[in-house]
């Protein structure tokens, strides 16, 4: 069997960045008023993610075949298929200093000279 030439995500914005998700670890998307749960950008501690959040926010349903747990992400939230040759693993210092907090991989949307920089995280990987 051929490995699959798409990846689905789920894409958002968190502290100023497009990050997104694996699709088969996000169980549901829900509205932020149904309950507190922290921010993405608290999770993976990046500095001063509070005064960078979007106003309008979903929340996300991450699920593990041994938890469940709710994050707050800003809206758009989008889910696509990202063509697996545009991901780009991350560069080995990078590597060393960012996977306890879930960053994996980049990629590039968009055409030039559009370009956003996409991150992708493991969802499983967030520190909780």
Same mark, same amino acid.
């Given at each position: 069997m051929a490995p699959p030439e798409t990846l689905a995500l789920v894409r958002f914005e968190s502290a100023g960045h497009?990050? +997104?998700l694996e699709a088969t670890k996000i169980g549901a998307m829900r509205n932020p008023a149904e309950t507190a749960a922290p921010s993405l950008a608290e999770l993976i501690e990046w500095p001063? !993610?509070? +005064? !960078?959040? %979007?106003? @309008?926010? @979903? *929340?996300l349903e991450i699920v593990h075949p041994d938890w469940r747990r709710l994050i707050r992400v800003? &809206? #758009? $939230?989008?889910?696509? &298929? *990202? %063509? $697996? @040759? +545009?991901?780009? %693993? *991350? #560069? #080995?210092l990078l590597a060393a200093r960012l996977r306890p907090n879930g960053v994996r991989a980049l990629a590039l949307l968009g055409e030039p000279p559009a370009e956003r920089l996409l991150i992708l995280l493991d969802a499983w990987r967030l520190t909780h």
């Amino acid at each position: 069997m051929a490995p699959p030439e798409t990846l689905a995500l789920v894409r958002f914005e968190s502290a100023g960045h497009c990050l +997104a998700l694996e699709a088969t670890k996000i169980g549901a998307m829900r509205n932020p008023a149904e309950t507190a749960a922290p921010s993405l950008a608290e999770l993976i501690e990046w500095p001063d !993610s509070t +005064a !960078s959040e %979007p106003s @309008r926010q @979903r *929340l996300l349903e991450i699920v593990h075949p041994d938890w469940r747990r709710l994050i707050r992400v800003g &809206e #758009p $939230v989008v889910h696509f &298929e *990202l %063509p $697996v @040759r +545009a991901i780009q %693993p *991350l #560069p #080995p210092l990078l590597a060393a200093r960012l996977r306890p907090n879930g960053v994996r991989a980049l990629a590039l949307l968009g055409e030039p000279p559009a370009e956003r920089l996409l991150i992708l995280l493991d969802a499983w990987r967030l520190t909780h």
